[in-house]
C-alpha cells in the first residue's frame, strides 16, 4: 500500500512542477512584425505561457494535418468538386480567433476548412461534410466553400471571391445598431485574398465602413497569388494596408501566431470603440496550388515553397518558441503530433463511415423558412421549368 503511495507521489511530483512552469509568464520578442498606415504599431511583443503555446501549435498541426488528408481523400475521389486548402496560413485563422471574442462576427472565402475548425467545428465534421456525409457540419449538402456555424458566429465560407466583404460590413452594421450606444461593439471580420483586395464591393464596403464608424476589419490574407497570378502582376499596390485611403492600416507577420493574437487584439480594441474600421494585412503564404486542380508549380518555382516550408512555416515557427522559451522537449512535441495524425485518422474513418443524404429532401432543407423561422423544405425550388417551381 504505502509502495503505491509512494509511487503514485513521486509520479505525480514532475507532473506538478511542469504544471506550474506552464502557466508561468514568458515573454517573446517579435520585432519587425508590423508596420502601420496612418498610425502607430502596436509593440513587437506578447505575454504568453506554455500551456498557451501548447494550445497553438496543436490547433495549427491539427489543421495542417485536416488539410493534409483533404488532399489524400480528393487524390483517392472520397471528396469531390471544389477544394481550397489553407495549409501554410494556419497562424493567421489561429491567431485571429484567440484575439477575438465569441460574439464577434467572422465572414471568409471559400478557402474556409479552417477557420470553421476554429469557430466551433471538428475535424470529423468537417471531413465528413467534404465527403457529402449526413452527420457533416452541413448536413452534407454545402461542401467545401459553405461551412457555417451560427452559434458561433460564423458566417461562412463564400464561393464568390469577394463577396463575403459587403456581407461582411453587413454584420458590422448589425453589431453597431444591436449595441447601446456608447458600449464596446462586437466586431466583425471580413477575410479576403490579395486578388480580390481590388474589387469595386471592397472599396464600397470600405467607404460605408469609415463614413458610418462601423466596428469592421477588413483582413487581408496575402499569401502572394490570385490563383496563378502573382500579387506584383494583379496589383498596382501590393501594400494592401494602405489601401483604406483614409482608414488606419496595419500589416502583421501572419506567419507568427502570437504577432498575429497581439496586432489583432490592438485592432479589435479599436473598432470595438466605435473609432471606424481598419484594414489589416496578414502577410501569409499558401504551400497548396490555389484548389486541388492547381498543382501550384507553373507560375512559382519549387525553391520558393522550400523556402517558406524550412524557413518560415507557422507550425515550426511556434514549435520553436516553445523549445526555446519553455521545458518543452522534441519527444514530448512528436509525441503531440503523432496523437493529432492518430485523431485525424480516426476522424476520417468516422467520416467515411456516415452515409450519404438519403432523399432529395435532403438537397432541399434549409434554403427557405416560413413565417415562424421553421425550415420549409421543396418549396420555391427554382427550376427550368417556371410552374414546376413554384410551391408544390
Ligand atoms: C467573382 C469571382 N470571380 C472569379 C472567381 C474565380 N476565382 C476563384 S478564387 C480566385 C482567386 C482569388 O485569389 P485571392 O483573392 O488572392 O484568394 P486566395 O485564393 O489566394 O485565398 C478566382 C479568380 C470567383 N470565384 N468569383
Ligand atoms: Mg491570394
Known amino acids: 500500500m504505502l509502495r503505491t503511495a509512494l509511487r503514485r507521489a513521486a509520479a505525480a511530483r514532475p507532473h506538478a512542477r511542469r504544471s506550474l512552469s506552464a502557466e508561468a509568464s514568458i515573454t517573446i520578442e517579435f520585432p519587425g512584425a508590423y508596420t502601420a498606415h496612418l498610425s502607430e504599431e502596436p509593440a513587437a511583443a506578447a505575454e504568453t505561457t506554455k500551456t498557451e503555446l501548447l494550445e497553438y501549435f496543436k490547433t495549427m498541426y491539427t489543421m495542417r494535418r485536416m488539410e493534409l488528408m483533404c488532399d489524400d481523400q480528393y487524390k483517392k475521389k472520397a471528396i469531390r468538386g471544389f477544394c481550397h486548402l489553407y495549409d501554410g496560413q494556419e497562424a493567421v485563422g ?41 452527420h457533416g457540419q452541413t448536413g452534407g449538402v454545402g461542401g467545401s466553400m459553405h461551412f457555417y456555424n451560427k452559434e458561433h458566429n460564423f458566417f461562412g465560407g463564400q464561393g464568390i471571391v469577394g463577396a463575403q466583404v459587403p456581407v461582411g460590413t453587413g454584420l458590422a452594421f448589425a453589431n453597431k445598431y444591436k449595441t447601446p450606444l456608447g458600449e464596446p461593439m462586437p466586431v466583425a471580420i471580413g477575410c479576403y485574398g490579395d486578388g480580390a483586395a481590388n474589387q469595386g464591393q471592397i472599396w464600397e464596403s470600405m467607404n460605408m465602413a469609415a463614413l458610418w464608424k462601423l466596428p469592421m476589419i477588413f483582413c487581408i490574407e496575402n499569401n502572394q497569388y490570385g490563383m496563378g497570378t502573382s500579387i506584383a502582376r494583379h496589383s498596382c499596390n501590393n501594400d494592401y494596408y494602405t489601401m483604406g485611403n483614409v482608414i488606419k492600416g496595419l500589416k502583421m507577420d501572419g506567419m507568427n501566431v502570437l504577432a498575429v493574437r497581439e496586432g489583432m487584439k490592438h485592432v479589435r480594441d479599436y473598432v470595438s470603440q466605435g473609432n471606424g474600421p481598419m484594414v489589416v494585412e496578414m502577410s501569409t503564404y499558401r504551400y497548396h496550388g490555389h484548389s486541388m486542380s492547381d498543382p501550384g508549380k507553373i507560375y512559382r518555382d519549387r525553391e520558393e515553397v522550400k523556402a517558406m516550408r524550412e524557413n518560415n512555416d507557422p507550425i515550426k515557427n511556434v514549435r520553436q518558441l516553445l523549445l526555446v522559451h519553455t521545458d518543452a522537449t522534441e519527444d514530448e512535441l512528436n509525441t503531440i503530433e503523432k496523437n493529432i495524425r492518430a485523431e485525424v485518422e480516426a476522424a476520417r474513418d468516422r467520416a467515411l463511415a456516415g452515409s450519404t443524404p438519403s432523399s432529395t429532401d435532403d438537397l432541399v432543407r434549409n434554403v427557405y423558412l416560413d413565417e415562424h423561422g421553421k425550415d420549409v423544405p421543396q418549396s420555391y425550388i427554382r427550376l427550368p421549368d417556371y410552374e414546376k417551381s413554384i410551391r408544390a
Do not use: F, K, N
Not at 101 to 107: F, G, M, N, R
Open 94 to 134: 489561429t491567431g485571429i480567433q484567440a484575439a477575438l471574442s465569441p460574439e464577434d462576427s467572422w465572414i471568409t472565402s471559400y478557402r474556409c476548412h479552417c477557420i470553421a475548425l476554429a469557430r466551433g467545428g471538428t475535424v470529423e465534421g468537417i471531413l465528413a461534410e467534404l465527403m457529402g456525409r449526413s
